[in-house]
């Protein structure tokens, strides 16, 4: 079975997805992994993107409103940060506050739903793709809080955990290859920038025609060019330093294993009943070395 290599989903939500003739790929992506279907209506643009232009960190790299007016935050991240939860917390916060008017009542705030991509191992966990809601469990009854027969017709929720932002997190780098459905089929290729000539997901074959490398301008292709050599670099950065961690770790477990063999063997001649100043010219080391190891005991 043959595969197409194609635009890294990276640069396509940051850079190419903009236009209503893509919205099919992006309600692909976004109805595999929600198991229902989605509509783009438009692509926003977060006042956290016009606020900070020069800090790429706050920057939300595609936020879109769907036909029912419920916002889906898409964020990629390809190196680690341990924060990267409280980011996920702090860029559902933001969206939620900036799309009500000040002044409007609380019950026009947004549903908003936050999809992040990740390319390294966020937190601890066997799977890779993970779903988290607020949910309101009763400490006595153990039921979960539901909303109102008016609430329900009003706001459109069952639950009162509804009404709150869920998330998805993709932990691409723990994916096997092996593609056992749709969603899995999205994540081949979010993972390895190529769709199977055989993957039937939504949005992938709008995706063959769209994000073919060809199809890019010359200052695109000059500019997407430069997002990869970015991204090895980083790779490289974090392999070098892993390396170089283990590396000093092997030397610094060398030069304990020295000094505890050294105290050790302090401590077996003062038992026969050398002075320190004999143990120091049997072992080559200081009188004050010898004086501190055998007052370490």
């Known amino acids: 079975m043959g595969t197409r290599s194609l635009i890294s989903f990276d640069y396509a939500v940051k850079r190419l997805l903009r236009n209503k003739a893509d919205y099919e790929i992006l309600e692909g992506f976004l109805s595999e992994l929600f198991r229902r279907q989605i509509g783009i209506d438009t ?5 956290s993107n016009r606020e900070a232009e020069h800090d790429r960190s706050n920057r939300v790299d595609l936020l879109a409103g769907d036909e029912s007016g419920e916002l889906f935050i898409i964020e990629l991240q390809f190196t680690y940060e341990i924060d990267y939860f409280h980011r996920m917390l702090f860029g559902a916060s933001k969206v939620v506050t900036e799309y009500i008017a000040e002044g409007n009542p609380y019950g026009e705030i947004r549903k908003v739903y936050s999809v992040n991509i990740v390319y ?6 066997k799977d890779y793709v993970y779903y988290g809601k607020t949910r309101f469990t009763g400490m006595h009854e153990h039921d979960e809080l539901q909303l109102s027969a008016s609430q329900r017709e009003t706001f459109g929720k069952q639950t009162a955990g509804d009404l709150f932002p869920e998330y998805y997190i993709l932990k691409v780098n723990k994916f096997d290859n092996v593609a056992g459905d749709t969603l899995d089929e ?3 290729y979010l993972k390895n920038s190529k769709i199977k000539d055989g993957f039937k997901a939504q949005g992938l074959k709008k995706a063959q025609e769209v994000l073919n490398v060809g199809c890019l301008t010359n200052e695109e292709r000059k500019e997407y060019e430069r997002m990869l050599d970015a991204h090895r670099s980083n790779a490289s950065s974090i392999n070098s330093a892993k390396l170089e961690g283990r590396e000093e770790g092997r030397e610094e477990g060398r ?16 038992k026969t009943g050398h002075s320190p100043e004999n143990i120091a010219g049997l072992t ?3 009188l004050e ?6 007052n370490s005991h």
Request: proline share 0%; no cysteine.
């Open 186 to 188: 999205w994540i081949y």
């Open 43 to 47: 692509i926003l643009e977060s006042e």
């Open 255 to 270: 030069a304990e294993g020295k000094a505890e063999g050294q105290a050790e063997l302090v401590k077996h001649i003062a």
């Open 120 to 125: 390294f191992d966020l937190g601890m966990g």
């Open 284 to 286: 080559g080391l200081s």
């Open 289 to 294: 070395e010898v004086i501190a190891i055998l």
